[in-house]
Nanobody, 121 residues
Framework: QVQLAESGGGLVQAGGSLRLSCAAS????????MGWFRQAPGKEREFVAAISWSGGLIYYADYVKGRFTISRDNAKNTVYLQMNSLKPEDTAVYYCAAGLTGSSRAGYASWGQGTQVTVSS
């Protein structure tokens, strides 16, 4: 069904910025919620941000609020995650997911392959 492809990860110094993109293909996505999750080595996958593509609802995890911004471009079936003031603890593989908007990974049926974000001190 839906294929998700993350891009934009890389290696940055603490305090730097990155913008992640997640492009959906295979079907229209304007009525589906999208979420960003991340997973560090040896850690559980954790919620980062979510957005409803039709309702404009946006949610952030407390540890990224004020630093990260999630946005969407429905015409391009793409969701973005602008990450500013990056910290070494933000180092993880970042995944986008499609499904019902929410903070639980159980609510998302489709996942991308992930993109690595590494923040050096």
């Amino acid at each position: 069904q839906v294929q998700l492809a993350e891009s934009g990860g890389g290696l940055v110094q603490a305090g730097g910025s990155l913008r992640l993109s997640c492009a959906a293909s295979g079907r229209t996505f304007s009525t589906y919620g999208m979420g960003w999750f991340r997973q560090a080595p040896g850690k559980e996958r954790e919620f980062v941000a979510a957005i409803s593509w039709s309702g404009g609802l946006i949610y952030y995890a407390d540890y990224v609020k004020g630093r990260f911004t999630i946005s969407r471009d429905n015409a391009k079936n793409t969701v973005y995650l602008q990450m500013n003031s990056l910290k070494p603890e933000d180092t993880a593989v970042y995944y986008c997911a499609a499904g019902l908007t929410g903070s639980s990974r159980a609510g998302y049926a489709s996942w991308g392959q992930g993109t690595q974000v590494t923040v050096s001190s």
